[in-house]
Nanobody
Framework: QVQLVESGGGLVLAGGSLRLSCAASGSGFRAITMGWYRQAPGKQRELVATIASGGSANYADSLKGRFTISRDDVKNTVYLEMNSLKPEDTAVYYC??????????WGQGTQVTVSS
């Protein structure tokens, strides 16, 4: 079993920044891909960003330039730096990991609220 624990969410004014963290723990797993999705009220969950084990990152087109994903493979942690936040970025942010041989795991989500 692999557990993912997110942190760093909260309330921020428009134009501000937040840094989300997601730490994966468990025995004998290797995280191949890590990433973030988000779900706003009344909307479907959407991809935010992913990062492969080699460091290659992909972003939702609408978020390029404002969000940056990174990972620390020693700590099994993925980060999401969010800048110039807008009210429409308000959502629950979920991290996930695709592991080698062990399947896909999700975190419990962390709320990000951007006020105007």
């Amino acid at each position: 079993q692999v557990q993912l624990v997110e942190s760093g969410g909260g309330l921020v004014l428009a134009g501000g920044s937040l840094r989300l963290s997601c730490a994966a723990s468990g025995s004998g797993f290797r995280a191949i891909t890590m990433g973030w999705y988000r779900q706003a009220p009344g909307k479907q969950r959407e991809l935010v960003a992913t990062i492969a084990s080699g460091g290659s990152a992909n972003y939702a087109d609408s978020l390029k330039g404002r969000f940056t994903i990174s990972r620390d493979d020693v700590k099994n942690t993925v980060y999401l730096e969010m800048n110039s936040l807008k009210p429409e970025d308000t959502a629950v942010y979920y991290c996930y990991t695709i592991t080698q041989l062990r399947g896909t795991y999700w975190g419990q989500g962390t709320q990000v609220t951007v006020s105007s």
